[in-house]
């Protein structure tokens, strides 16, 4: 079934059954691969994307749902918090293996637009349905502070 998607801005249209995850509408049918598949059950954050700037699990979300909304991938996040975690990313060296970080960087703009200053407490409640195997939760927690005082 033919079906229109905003993704990063830009419509495309996509051939899928309504009930195929948006997750493989992104990677498989558009090629945008930095959205990662891990668990398949929506509880590890590998594919959070942002649907109307909410978070969501695109490996749950059938695509039918994202039809007229505003999907935002990590290839795509350009917003003002977007770009200051991705450089407080890279400043800090945050990753490891990286195989989980455009999840945690999402789910981290979704915090900074919707809360520009939390707490360590706010950030470890609002990123805690992200796992990083790697275990690098000190440094996402100091990466997003330093992108929220950078954009104090």
Known sequence: MAMMLNLNGIDR?????????????????LGLTGTKYSCGIGQ????TVLLDGEMIR????????AVNGRITTIEGADSK???????AWE??????????????IISATALLESN???TDA??????AGNICRCNTYARIRSAIKQAAASLA
Do not use: N, Y
């Open 91 to 104: 400043i800090l060296q945050v990753p490891q293996c990286g195989f989980c970080q455009s999840g945690q």
């Open 44 to 47: 590890c954050g590998a594919c």
């Open 116 to 118: 520009p200053h939390p």
């Open 122 to 127: 706010q950030i470890d409640a609002f990123m």
């Open 58 to 65: 695109a490996c749950l979300l059938p695509v039918s749902k």
């Open 81 to 87: 918090a977007a770009v200051a975690l991705k450089q």
């Open 13 to 29: 249209e996509v051939d899928a059954s309504p009930d195929t995850p948006l997750l493989w509408v992104i990677r498989d049918q």
